[in-house]
């Protein structure tokens, strides 16, 4: 265990040494994020995730389902920037990027972010709160519904804002929202008729984001 340790804090002091980015890079499609785990959105728009070397974990660091075995326990051990060891709930963290793939935590798991850009989009899930009434007879015939609370898990697809981290449901009102930031790609996209807007919705993020491109930082 202190061999670990030892190890974990001279990769630490290495890694510490290498904060400071060489430079920033137009990101693209060609562009790989570091792997890691992101505490907060922060790491994510910083590209300095919590490395390998720095969790405490039994398992192999090798496995190409690393992350995804690592974000099932309910806490994760691990060496934070300044080498303390601290234990953090999986729930609250961010995200994790694996393979160059960036995952983000929402209600309760991890989506693929499947387009990277100052407009982000996922394909996630909601809960969805249902009242369903059971017939109940009381006396004289008379009917008196018993109510009770059920919850089903939903897809939904999600927007999120690089910038300030805000996340919306995917819909042409929260894109509006978010296209207020380039008035007039918001003015183009409000004139359109709501069928168009529907249609056109990821034409329009889409645009946005090559008008208004994001750097992120690279470290060697």
Same mark, same amino acid.
């Given at each position: ?40 959105? !922060? !790491? ?50 961010? %995200? ?8 983000? &935590? ?10 990277? %850009? ?11 709160? &249902? ?6 007879? %009381? ?82």
């Amino acid at each position: 265990m202190k061999l670990v340790i030892t190890i974990a804090l001279m990769a630490l002091t290495m890694l510490t040494s290498a904060q400071t980015p060489s430079h920033k890079e137009k990101y693209d499609s060609d562009f790989i994020f570091s792997d890691g785990l992101y505490l907060t959105k !922060d !790491d994510f728009k910083q590209n300095r995730p919590i490395d390998k070397s720095q969790i405490i974990s039994g398992i192999d660091t090798d496995d190409l389902t690393y992350f995804e075995q690592l974000v099932e326990q309910k806490t994760i051990n691990l060496f934070d920037r300044i080498g303390n060891e601290i234990a953090v709930e999986t729930s609250k963290i961010f %995200g994790y990027c694996s393979d160059g793939t960036v995952y983000i &935590n929402h209600n309760g798991t991890f989506s693929r972010l499947g387009i990277i %850009g100052s407009i982000c989009h996922f394909l996630g899930s909601k809960t969805v709160m &249902n009242n369903i009434a059971n017939p109940y007879f %009381g006396y004289y015939g008379r009917y008196s519904p018993i109510y009770h609370t059920t919850s089903t898990t939903e897809p939904q697809q999600y927007l999120y804002n690089f910038e300030t981290g805000d996340l919306l449901e995917y819909n042409t009102h929260n894109l509006e929202t978010l296209l207020m930031a380039d008035p007039q790609i918001h003015d183009e996209y409000t004139a359109l008729s709501r069928k168009k807007k529907n249609a056109k919705l990821f034409y329009y993020m889409r645009l946005f984001n090559e008008k208004h491109p994001i750097y992120i930082p690279v470290y060697e």
